[in-house]
């Protein structure tokens, strides 16, 4: 099960963190990744890194804004987003899959989402 939450209406400029907390499953050996999808719009990766470590990745339009973290002890993944725009307004969801792509269908685990409004 994943759960995410801290989303919320923010000003642009502006800076959330959002949270995902895992469990029912061992987090080894997952790519946890963050996606986004706004209305009208197909669900694109926002970011994503191995659970075991290692470099993460971002998509082009986030890169030097979002951040991406994890702490294992708590089970959680973080993406910190800061100088937010307009264009961020979207639903946010985690993710967890077997492959570490930008393709929704390599990720078997799916939280429920959090809003992030951005005006």
């Known amino acids: 099960q994943l759960v995410e939450s801290g989303g919320d209406s923010v000003q642009v400029g502006g800076s959330l963190r959002l949270s995902c907390v895992v469990s029912g499953y061992t987090r080894s050996r997952v790519c946890m990744g963050w996606f986004r999808q706004a209305p009208g719009k197909e669900r694109e990766g926002v970011a994503r890194i191995w659970s075991g470590g290692g470099s993460p990745y971002y998509t082009d339009s986030v890169k030097g804004r979002f951040t991406i973290s994890q702490d294992n002890a708590k089970n959680t993944v973080y993406l910190q987003m800061n100088s937010l725009k307009p264009e961020d307004t979207a639903m946010y969801y985690c993710?967890?899959?077997?492959?570490?792509?930008?393709?929704?269908?390599?990720?078997?685990?799916w939280g429920q989402g959090t809003q992030v409004t951005v005006s």
């Open positions: 993710a967890a899959g077997t492959r570490c792509t930008w393709e929704p269908r390599w990720y078997n685990y």
